[in-house]
């Protein structure tokens, strides 16, 4: 199957493509908001915890609401790949794998969510702080290291969404072969790094680090390659809806 395609099977894709290029560009600027670390959840004491959080509020609140708004854009940046696939592999379990891998994804930012920002419903409640109990507060603010490793188990959705797709852009080419060949290798990568944190083993979970960057790029890599495959469609039909001399 050529790069380009034919211009009347194209214009069908072009809606999951245009969805899959936008939600991906717009889920990847979430990789650049600020994530606020507080003191260690081992050793930290109430009053770390209630100046920290005051502290940092605003912090909390805005990362908040970047995961949130992540929920929807992963969910659609994996269900137009899906699209894509079942139209130039029809009956593929792959479009699945992508789909419910993008399910985990959008999991993983909504457990984080919750478990970062559990006082804050308290704040929209009017209640000050300074009045719960330390051992709640330790309690609370401890749901941040239960997501922290909730985080690292998330590669395993990012890994299934990046492999998948990437075994059906090297089948299809629906966007360029190398995205394809990046993703096999990053999901590998991902895999490898989660198995080595769940293991203990810090040699190998240096390659989680591989998985969680390479998921954002290879997020925009394949943003982009949408934009050039639309593009490219839309000017092959121009050609060939184009009206020929008599």
């Known amino acids: 199957m050529s790069e380009t395609g034919n211009a009347p099977h194209d214009a069908t894709l072009r809606a999951p493509l245009l969805a899959a290029a936008i939600s991906g560009f717009v889920y990847f600027l979430g990789a650049f908001v600020p994530q606020v670390d507080g003191p260690d959840v081992e050793t930290a004491t109430a009053g770390q915890i209630r100046t920290f959080l005051a502290v940092h509020d605003s912090g909390i609140r805005i990362g908040a609401a970047a995961g949130a708004v992540a929920i929807p854009l992963v969910l659609v940046f994996t269900t137009s790949l899906a699209r894509l696939i079942r139209a130039r592999i029809p009956g593929s379990q792959l479009a699945d794998i992508v789909v419910g891998g993008g399910i985990l994804v959008a999991v993983w930012h909504w457990v984080v969510i919750a478990g970062t920002s559990t006082t804050l419903v308290q704040r929209l409640d009017r209640y000050d702080l300074a009045r719960v109990d330390d051992a709640t ?86 943003a982009v390659g949408c934009m050039v495959r639309l593009r490219r469609s839309r000017r092959a039909s121009s050609v060939v809806t184009a009206p020929q001399p008599a």
């Not at 330790?138 to 075994?167: E, K």
């Not at 083993?201 to 998985?211: D, I, N, Q």
Request: hydrophobic share 65%.
């Open 137 to 222: 507060l330790r309690g609370w603010y401890g749901l941040s290291n239960f997501t922290h490793l909730f985080a690292d188990l998330g590669m395993c959705g990012m890994a299934i969404v990046m492999a998948a797709a990437s075994i059906a852009i090297l089948r299809a080419r629906f966007v360029a072969r190398w995205l394809g060949w990046l993703g096999v290798v990053l999901a590998v990568g991902g895999a490898l790094g989660t198995i080595g944190v769940m293991t203990a083993v810090r040699p190998l979970s240096y390659a989680w680090f591989v998985g969680i960057f390479g998921w954002w790029l290879w997020i925009l890599a394949v």
